[in-house]
């Protein structure tokens, strides 16, 4: 019997979009290698009613019907999505994070201030700019609640994972990938001189992609 082709699976950081920059590059060069990069768009059905939780559910839904191994791509917020869904579904046996949003609550919200999360708690929704729709859209106070139920700690399953992050990320502090690594033997983190969104490092990420993935030029 022929093994099923791994499938690779991207997601796309929070208040971004399929469109970005990273996940079409990074489309382009799987294809040039005739593979499928399959991007879901993680606003869908809207982005108001956005949490970790509706995500995790979208990655269940892409998930092969057989056992056909996955390797999970995920960036930020989609970084801490596939993370978690690694956790809860064995036929995903690979993860690449680019600075994943692990402790995303404890940088996020100090940087939101006091005083407007409890508008926003009390309004129930914060109007947040989103990058992928080049506009500003509400979103609901849910997501905050719902992404206090998933406390980086308890990521515990010990599958191949590599960590990109730059040393320069004011969104998501490398010190986050840092904790994360050096309390589990089976990541291997590399640190890049760049920022959140790590495009001038692009060429480097992929060839530390093809050596990760045993992907064959």
């Not at 990320?169 to 089976?186: G, H, K, N």
Request: glycine share 4%; proline share 7%.
């Amino acid at each position: 019997m022929i093994a099923a082709s791994p499938h690779y699976i991207y997601l796309h950081g929070f208040a971004s979009s399929p469109r970005s920059t990273k996940a079409q590059d990074l489309r382009d060069r799987f294809q040039a290698l005739g593979i499928e990069l399959i991007i879901p768009d993680l606003n869908q059905p809207d982005f108001t009613d956005l949490t970790l939780t509706r995500q995790l559910q979208q990655v269940s839904a892409l998930l092969p019907a057989d056992s056909t191994p996955v390797t999970l791509i995920g960036s930020s917020f989609g970084g801490l999505t596939a993370a978690w869904a690694a956790e809860g579904q064995p036929q995903i046996q690979r993860l690449v994070l680019f600075a994943p949003a692990f402790q995303f609550l404890d940088h996020w919200l100090p940087r939101l201030g006091e005083d407007q999360v409890q508008r926003w708690q009390a309004e129930q929704y914060l109007s947040v700019y989103h990058y992928g729709e080049e506009r500003s859209l509400p979103l609901n106070y849910e997501f905050i609640r719902d992404a206090a139920r998933y406390p980086t700690a308890q990521l515990r399953r010990p599958i191949p994972t590599l960590v990109l992050h730059g040393r320069a990320d004011d969104v998501i502090p490398i010190q986050a990938s840092q904790q994360f690594a050096a309390q589990r033997s089976w990541v291997e983190m590399i640190e890049l001189e760049s920022d959140h969104a790590l495009i001038n490092v692009s060429e480097q990420i992929w060839i530390t992609i093809q050596r990760f993935c045993q992907l064959k030029p």
